[in-house]
């Protein structure tokens, strides 16, 4: 089944406290992305990952770091968490330029990281 | 710059009403794709619908239509017979070009509509 996993589903940390979300993708999307969701605000996107080693800042990097070593993963990193950093959290993937192309093409996403940083 | 506006933050039914949620949408591009997800209380994202700007037919999908139209710069989603089950988030959503293959397919997201469906 094609499918885009995010974990943990729900962190509580402390201000301060290094930690990781994992997303990982069984589709070999060459497109990954994550996005933050806020009342009023919609979802905004963090950063992007357009190939393996290849990532750029969306419109809300800050406090923020990715990697993409390998195709399917794409962890987002707080290395010192703020408490402006609770929020929901969600993972993405496209198979990129021509996937919007076809009919059946959309992003991709995950189930959602719900963080509370206190 | 590209925008998505979702005016109706909430809006309450009940049951078996027609339900009309408003999307208003900006961009430069000639050529971009229009979106609506719904998001349960369970808080995932689910897809349900994608048209391209070239496209301009309107879309029923049993319950559920999308009318798109152009010259307003609207993409509104019509409930038909609304249930309990409808009660969700639904968010509309916009990408271009640009977007597409330079910031990694990147879709900008309207606030929301909270819809909630009564008995």
């Known amino acids: 089944e094609a499918q885009v996993t995010q974990n943990p589903r729900y962190l509580i940390t402390v201000t301060g406290k290094k930690l990781t979300v994992t997303c990982s993708q069984n589709?070999?999307?060459?497109?990954m992305s994550w996005y933050r969701q806020d009342p009023g605000l919609g979802l905004r996107q963090i950063y992007y990952?357009?190939?393996?080693?290849?990532?750029d800042k969306g419109d809300v990097p800050e406090g923020y770091k990715v990697s993409r070593k390998e195709k399917r993963n794409f962890p987002l990193i707080l290395e010192s968490p703020s408490p402006n950093q609770t929020s929901l959290y969600f993972c993405?993937?496209?198979?990129?330029?021509?996937?919007?192309?076809?009919?059946?093409?959309?992003?991709?996403f995950g189930s959602g990281t719900q963080l509370s940083v206190l | 710059a590209q925008k998505v506006t979702q005016a109706q933050t909430e809006i309450s039914v009940v049951e078996k009403e027609d339900v009309t949620l408003d999307c208003v949408y900006e961009?430069?591009?000639?050529?971009?794709?229009l979106f609506w997800y719904k998001q349960p209380p369970s808080g995932e994202l689910v897809f349900l619908i994608r048209?391209?700007?070239?496209?301009?037919q309107n879309e029923i999908s049993g319950r559920y239509s999308w009318n798109f139209q152009k010259s307003t710069s609207s993409f509104n989603f019509t409930i038909t017979a609304s249930q309990v089950v409808d009660s969700a988030v639904y968010f509309c959503?916009?990408?271009?070009?640009?977007?597409?293959?330079?910031?990694?397919?990147?879709?900008?997201f309207g606030q929301g509509t909270e819809l909630s469906v009564k008995p």
């Open positions: 959503a916009l990408s271009d070009l640009d977007y597409l293959y330079n910031q990694g397919g990147k879709l900008i």
């Open positions: 993405a993937s496209s198979s990129g330029g021509q996937g919007f192309g076809r009919a059946d093409e959309k992003l991709f």
């Open positions: 961009t430069r591009d000639t050529t971009y794709y």
């Open positions: 048209r391209n700007s070239f496209d301009e």
């Open positions: 589709m070999n999307h060459e497109y």
């Open positions: 990952s357009m190939n393996v080693e290849v990532t």
